[in-house]
C-alpha cells in the first residue's frame, strides 16, 4: 500500500511536471512565434522605409528635371522675345529708312 502510495505520488508528480513542461513548451513556443512576428514586422518596416525613401529620391530627381526644363523652356522665351524686338526695332529702322527717302525724294522733286 505504501509503495502504491508513493507510485501515486510520483506519478501524480510526474504528471504535474509533464503539464508544466507543456505551458512551458507552449509558452516558449509563443515566444518563439511573437519573435518571428516581431522579426517580419521589424523587416517589413524597414523595407516600407526603404521604399518611401527610393519615391522620395526619385520625386526629387523628377522635380529637378522638370525645373531644368521649365528653366530651358523660359531661357528659349526670353531668346525668342529678344530676337523678335530686334525684328522688330530693324524693321522699324527700315521704314523709318524708306520713309526718309522717299521725303527725299519728294524734295527732290519738288525742286
Do not use: F, G, P, W
Not at 10 to 33: G, I, P, Y
Not at 54 to 72: G, T, V
Not at 86 to 105: C, K, M, N, V
Request: net charge negative; charged share 45%; glycine share 0%.
Amino acid at each position: 500500500m505504501l509503495r502504491a502510495a508513493a507510485d501515486n505520488a510520483t506519478m501524480s508528480h510526474a504528471k504535474e511536471l509533464l503539464e508544466e513542461e507543456k505551458d512551458e513548451v507552449k509558452r516558449m513556443n509563443q515566444m518563439v512565434q511573437y519573435a518571428k512576428c516581431v522579426s517580419v514586422r521589424d523587416k517589413q518596416i524597414q523595407e516600407k522605409k526603404h521604399a518611401m525613401l527610393q519615391d522620395e529620391a526619385e520625386q526629387k530627381r523628377l522635380d529637378l528635371e522638370m525645373e531644368i526644363e521649365r528653366i530651358r523652356a523660359l531661357e528659349a522665351y526670353q531668346a525668342r522675345d529678344v530676337q523678335r524686338r530686334e525684328e522688330q526695332a530693324h524693321s522699324a529702322a527700315i521704314l523709318r529708312e524708306q520713309l526718309e527717302e522717299r521725303r527725299q525724294q519728294r524734295l527732290r522733286e519738288e525742286e
